[in-house]
């Protein structure tokens, strides 16, 4: 079965500073991984995917992210976060051999950056 | 958000009661779907549907109904049967639910606040 963990319930972190969002993930198959970010009351925002191809992902935001085959994880990254980054960020997964276009997603962290 | 529009924003439902929360989208998907979105366990998937007058269960479909009798409609139930409705109700689409969009993105309208009176 596929399954998504982030293990953190909150990151926080100075504006500025680096910041990194962990997620790990479990699947039979090679994975399709997915991150996702959301605003208080509101939908979920695509932020970048990893499918196939160079282990570090770009994408919206400034954000970035490396996939480790290894470690089985995906963590999501930025060099310098902003207070506006403050957000709930998901993970999510879908098996590459599904027949289906559903995710799974992680419990979600929140980030919180600082002044 | 993205050319999926859910509605009402927020619901009220009495016990016994069944609601149905709308979702609409003009992107032209062929899926949708039903997440549910309850505090520190994320979102889980209620029902999907890759295509038009078919769906199938997700994780938590008990208590929940839904239909599709139109490409761009996916309406959800919340019968008296789910004791437990109180949570934040998202709707998302993809181009196409079958095995060779697996890495398409999911685009999500902005949700629905279900409470109980």
């Known amino acids: 079965a596929q399954s998504v963990a982030q293990p953190e319930d909150q990151v926080n972190v100075a504006e500025g500073n680096p910041l990194t969002v962990k997620c790990t993930y479990s699947?039979?198959?090679?994975?399709?991984l997915f991150w996702y970010v959301q605003y208080p009351n509101r939908g979920l925002q695509f932020l970048l995917k990893?499918?196939?191809?160079?282990?570090l992902v770009k994408g919206s935001y400034g954000f970035e992210a490396e996939f480790n085959k290894s470690q089985t994880s995906f963590h999501l990254k930025k060099p310098s976060a902003l207070v506006s980054d403050s957000a709930l960020y998901f993970c999510?997964?879908?098996?590459?051999?599904?027949?289906?276009?559903?995710?799974?997603f992680g419990q979600g962290t929140t980030l919180q950056v600082k002044p | 958000d993205g050319g999926i529009t859910q509605s009402p924003k927020y619901l009220f439902r009495k016990e016994g009661q069944n609601v149905t929360l709308s979702c609409e989208q003009n992107l032209n998907h062929d899926a949708m779907y039903w997440y549910r979105q309850d505090p520190g366990q994320g979102l889980r998937l209620i029902y999907y549907s890759q295509i038009v007058n078919d769906f199938q269960k997700g994780d938590i479909a008990e208590g929940y109904s839904v239909s599709r009798e139109k490409k761009e409609s996916f309406p959800l139930t919340v019968t008296s049967a789910q004791k437990n409705p109180t949570a934040f109700y998202l709707c998302a689409s993809s181009i196409s639910g079958l095995i060779k969009a697996t890495n398409e993105k999911l685009f999500f309208g902005s949700g629905t606040q279900l409470s109980v009176l």
């Open positions: 699947v039979s198959g090679n994975p399709y």
């Open positions: 990893y499918i196939t191809g160079d282990n």
């Open positions: 999510a997964v879908r098996e590459g051999r599904s027949n289906t276009g559903k995710l799974i």
